[in-house]
């Protein structure tokens, strides 16, 4: 039986394994499909405190993995199957396994949202790409004019950063204006490499004769008008959706899928924390989900200390 299993290797499950481990909880730690989670597809992360000069995404990750192991902490690369958190002590099906556990911490993170075309899917990392942090420096994109598909900080961020590599940078928002924070839509307008194209939707990526990237074809909803812009790169940041269908049924999760926090981090069951993106819609940053994961095992540290089952 174990003690604490957590669900994810992103900063909030690394830390909350991190701290059960020093409490001498041996956590158990399922890295899922993508060990690391999301920051190990970013190059140079800035804005976690410590590091001055910056730190690769992966190393930041990696390292964190391994102040979580020297306490003893077993990281197993293997994704969740199934749960069932109606009785305790509650039964994870881990690749075909069972894996019965007194305390549960879910830190299984969020990916980026999808347009859902077709082709969004068979030219991905062929021109399209969800991450203009870790492909925007890319020779396909050198010089070249790209679509940012999006109207919120995430889409701006990467019109931003792309300004340094592309020739063009065309902003293709199904508004009028965009959700953006002021800061961030006054810089993207102001930047004259950024074209913004307006209550338009991509209803196509072209061309998958040549199995690359040329071009989209964009619909304008007000007219119905229908055009194709030639293009490098399609890069969508329409935000994100948060990992937790396994837990669809087993737990509270809000209407956009996040599960329900209460009382720091606890949830619908007794025995069971979250922490990270999976519960955060809106602060989504390495430094707070780590936060939140040191948060929940010291919750869960002090439920096993008290629990009288
Ligand atoms: P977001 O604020 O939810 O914006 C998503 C954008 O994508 C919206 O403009 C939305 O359009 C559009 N969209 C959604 N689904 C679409 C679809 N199927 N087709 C076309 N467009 C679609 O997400 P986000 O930009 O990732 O930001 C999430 C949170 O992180 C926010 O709180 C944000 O402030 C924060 N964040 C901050 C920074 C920063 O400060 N530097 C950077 C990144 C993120 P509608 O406007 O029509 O809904």
Same mark, same amino acid.
């Given at each position: 039986?174990?003690?604490?299993?957590? #669900?994810?290797?992103?900063?909030?499950?690394?830390? @909350? =394994?991190?701290?059960? =481990?020093?409490?001498?909880?041996?956590?158990?730690?399922?890295?899922?499909?993508?060990?690391?989670?999301?920051?190990?597809?970013?190059?140079?992360?800035?804005?976690?405190?410590?590091?001055?000069?910056?730190?690769?995404?992966?190393?930041?990750?990696?390292?964190?993995?391994?102040?979580?192991?020297?306490?003893?902490?077993?990281?197993?690369?293997?994704?969740?199957?199934?749960?069932?958190?109606?009785?305790?002590?509650?039964?994870?099906?881990?690749?075909?396994?069972?894996?019965?556990?007194?305390?549960?911490? #879910?830190?299984?993170?969020?990916?980026?949202?999808?347009?859902?075309?077709?082709?969004?899917?068979?030219?991905?990392?062929?021109?399209?790409?969800?991450? @203009?942090?870790?492909?925007?420096?890319?020779?396909?994109?050198?010089?070249?004019?790209?679509?940012?598909?999006?109207?919120?900080?995430? @889409?701006?961020?990467?019109? /931003?950063? /792309?300004?340094?590599?592309?020739?063009?940078?065309?902003?293709?928002?199904?508004?009028?204006?965009?959700?953006?924070?002021?800061?961030?839509?006054?810089?993207?307008?102001?930047?004259?490499?950024?074209?913004?194209?307006?209550?338009?939707?991509? *209803?196509? #990526?072209?061309?998958?004769?040549?199995?690359?990237?040329?071009?989209?074809?964009?619909?304008? /909803?007000?007219?119905? *008008?229908?055009?194709?812009?030639?293009?490098?790169?399609?890069?969508?940041?329409?935000?994100? *959706?948060?990992?937790?269908? *396994?837990?669809?049924?087993?737990?509270? /999760?809000?209407?956009?899928?996040?599960?329900?926090?209460?009382?720091?981090?606890?949830?619908?069951?007794?025995?069971?924390?979250?922490?990270?993106?999976?519960?955060?819609?809106?602060?989504?940053?390495?430094?707070?989900?780590?936060?939140?994961?040191?948060? @929940?095992?010291?919750?869960?540290?002090?439920?096993?200390?008290?629990?009288?089952?």
């Amino acid at each position: 039986m174990e003690n604490v299993v957590i #669900i994810g290797t992103g900063c909030a499950g690394l830390t @909350a =394994a991190l701290y059960t =481990a020093r409490a001498n909880l041996q956590p158990l730690v399922l890295t899922g499909l993508m060990p690391g989670g999301l920051l190990t597809t970013t190059s140079i992360v800035e804005n976690f405190p410590g590091f001055p000069e910056g730190i690769d995404g992966y190393e930041l990750m990696t390292r964190m993995q391994k102040q979580a192991e020297r306490f003893g902490t077993r990281v197993k690369f293997e994704s969740l199957d199934s749960i069932d958190l109606s009785k305790r002590p509650f039964v994870l099906t881990v690749d075909g396994e069972q894996v019965l556990t007194k305390t549960v911490i #879910i830190s299984s993170g969020a990916g980026h949202r999808h347009l859902g075309l077709e082709n969004e899917r068979l030219l991905e990392k062929k021109g399209v790409t969800f991450c @203009a942090t870790c492909d925007g420096a890319l020779p396909m994109f050198r010089n070249q004019p790209v679509v940012v598909v999006g109207g919120g900080d995430s @889409a701006c961020e990467e019109a /931003l950063y /792309l300004t340094r590599f592309a020739s063009v940078v065309y902003l293709v928002h199904r508004r009028s204006s965009l959700r953006a924070s002021r800061i961030m839509a006054e810089r993207t307008l102001s930047n004259t490499k950024i074209k913004p194209i307006w209550n338009t939707t991509v *209803v196509d #990526i072209l061309d998958i004769k040549q199995d690359r990237v040329t071009g989209v074809q964009l619909k304008d /909803l007000s007219t119905g *008008v229908e055009t194709e812009l030639g293009c490098a790169g399609v890069f969508v940041a329409i935000g994100h *959706v948060p990992n937790t269908q *396994v837990f669809q049924g087993q737990i509270e /999760l809000d209407e956009n899928g996040y599960v329900v926090r209460k009382n720091g981090t606890e949830t619908s069951v007794k025995g069971v924390f979250v922490a990270g993106d999976c519960s955060d819609p809106v602060y989504r940053q390495a430094i707070t989900a780590a936060g939140m994961g040191c948060a @929940a095992a010291i919750d869960c540290e002090r439920f096993l200390a008290a629990d009288t089952h």
